[in-house]
């Protein structure tokens, strides 16, 4: 009995350490798995017509955007943002002047929005999407 | 067993570190020494070729990957791509033509905004950027001129706004309680006294 009890003591280590090295390489595989995800995307405006009067348009789901980019068909000056319904909150804000289109890199859980801005008189066929 | 899960596992361990530093290795491949403009950027004598920094590279290169802008940009020329000497709120501007004579004028990793290639007819890019909104840190009105271009002037809130431009770069920040909406593009000024009108 004297010696049985380091064995069992030896075996349990070993035990706990195969499932700890077991553990530690599903988490690996998970890790690469989430890494390697790819992102969804919502086009919000797909060929849509932004108006000079500045209505946006506006993703159809508040998510966590990460990217948020527009595309015109002739330069423009445009907006694209993130809106927090709940709190009114506008964040990641970026325009470009006199420009084809333009992608910002910032996160915030909101709707994705982009429009023209006002005052130029000119309506322009555009893609607005996020990624989230 | 154990010894067979124990290899298994090294190996696994292995691969991962190997795919991240061949991630972490991707270099500046179209690194070139600082030389003329190119054409299909324009005159913009304070630039240099192949001083992007790493995250900057980075970002050029998840944005080509992706296709961001793809129908419109083509692929982004990266071995064609222009820093410029001075940093905006700590990125790094850069100036990289694409493939459909496009020119990109982006921010770090922050924003890229697509344009036509710059001229003594189209002497001006410019963007803002205001990450926390309304309050806070106002905005950040920035971009690049053409050689030749003293100062460039915005409009902000109603009121004008005429900013210097040192080395083809020019950088406005605005006030906390400035209306992002509001800014506008009024013109630029030549060294000779030439006043153009931007849109």
């Known amino acids: 009995m004297g010696n049985m009890l380091p064995r069992y003591r030896a ?66 000056n445009w907006h694209i943002y993130l809106y927090n ?5 506008q964040t990641c804000n970026a325009e470009g002047f006199n420009t084809y289109g333009g992608a910002k890199t910032c996160a915030n859980i909101a709707t994705a929005r982009c429009h023209l ?16 | ?25 991707v270099g500046n491949g179209g690194a070139k020494a600082a030389g003329a403009p190119t054409p299909s950027i324009g005159p913009v004598s304070s630039s240099q070729a192949g001083r992007l920094d790493a995250s900057t590279l980075a970002r050029i290169q998840a944005l080509n990957n992706k296709g961001v802008g793809a129908a419109l940009l083509g692929q982004r020329l990266i071995a064609d791509a222009r820093t410029l000497p001075t940093r905006v709120d700590g990125y790094q501007l ?51 001129a053409t050689d030749g271009v003293g100062s460039v002037t915005f409009s902000i809130d109603g009121a004008q706004h005429t900013v210097p431009v040192t080395g083809n ?14 800014i506008a593009p009024v013109s630029a000024t030549f060294a000779n006294g030439k006043v153009q009108a931007l849109k």
């Open chain 2, 94 to 144: 850069y100036l990289v033509p694409t493939e459909t004579g496009k020119l990109c004028l982006g921010l770090g990793n922050s924003l890229e905004a697509w344009f036509d290639p710059l001229s003594q007819t189209h002497p001006v890019l410019s963007a803002a950027v205001d990450d926390d909104g309304p309050g806070g840190v106002g905005p950040t009105v920035y971009g690049v």
């Open chain 1, 11 to 76: 075996a349990t280590r070993m035990g706990h350490l195969r499932k700890s090295v077991a553990l530690v390489g599903a988490l690996a595989v998970v890790g690469i798995f989430a890494a390697t995800a790819t992102p969804a995307t919502t086009t919000y405006c797909n060929g849509c017509t932004l108006h000079w009067n500045g209505t946006p348009a506006v993703s159809p789901t508040t998510e966590y955007f990460t990217h948020n980019a527009v595309s015109l068909t002739t330069a423009n």
């Open chain 2, 169 to 182: 770069v020019f950088v406005f920040h605005g006030a906390s309680e400035a209306i992002f909406d509001s």
């Open chain 2, 1 to 25: 067993m154990g010894k067979k899960l124990r290899i298994g596992v090294v190996a696994v361990g292995c691969a991962v570190l190997a795919t991240g530093i061949s991630a972490v290795a």
């Open chain 1, 117 to 132: 801005l006002q005052g130029y008189g000119v309506s322009v066929q555009a893609t607005c999407w996020a990624n989230f």
């Open chain 1, 85 to 89: 319904v709940s709190t009114g909150n």
